[in-house]
């Protein structure tokens, strides 16, 4: 007499098997193709009001910098002596990580890789702790050039780490010397509505 459990648990076996494999492709497929969520747009809600952009502008771009800020000993129309910013630079990345825009000085100056600029002037800042540069609000000049940074009413620059010397003395005894800090900082971009 044949015995008719080993077809059927071999049909089974295969059955299983089968189901496992495309469900595994399935699921892996799925884990591939999908891309995470942007992170949530730009909101000022935590942020003094002296750096808060006015009603009636919405974000043009998110960036994250990292750079450094040249200064040097100098006497300041505030004092007898202080540390000058002589000229910034820093690489600004996008939200997906893109290296987009180059920020030089002065005066300040955002250069997009599109070929767009906007030059800003300082409106306000606010601080942020004794080693940390202010968080600041500039006003946009008309931009040059057609592209990302067309149009652009404002520039915040906040989340700032670092870039401020407070462990050198700077006297007429160090006057000429020059120090170079690092910083980080995000900037966003605004323009009318």
Known sequence: MKNTRTPLRAAGKSLLC???????????????????????????????????????????????????????????????????????????????????????????????????????????????GEYNLPLQLSRAEPSTGTGALQNISFIQRIKTKGGVEKTMPCSDLTAGKKVTLPYQADYIFWRPM
């Open 18 to 128: 089968t189901t496992l494999m495309a469900t595994g492709t399935a699921l892996i497929m799925a884990a591939c193709s999908s891309t995470p969520p942007l992170p949530r747009e730009y909101s000022q809600d935590t942020l003094p009001q002296a750096v808060m952009v006015p009603t009636g502008h919405v974000v043009a771009l998110e960036t994250r910098a990292s750079g450094v800020l040249n200064y040097e000993c100098r006497p300041t129309p505030s004092g007898p002596y202080g540390w000058v910013l002589m000229s910034p630079k820093a690489n600004l990345l996008d939200r997906t990580g893109k290296d987009v825009v180059a920020y030089s000085g002065p005066p300040a100056r955002w250069t997009h890789i599109d070929g767009s600029s906007v030059v800003g002037n300082q409106v306000s800042v606010a601080s942020n």
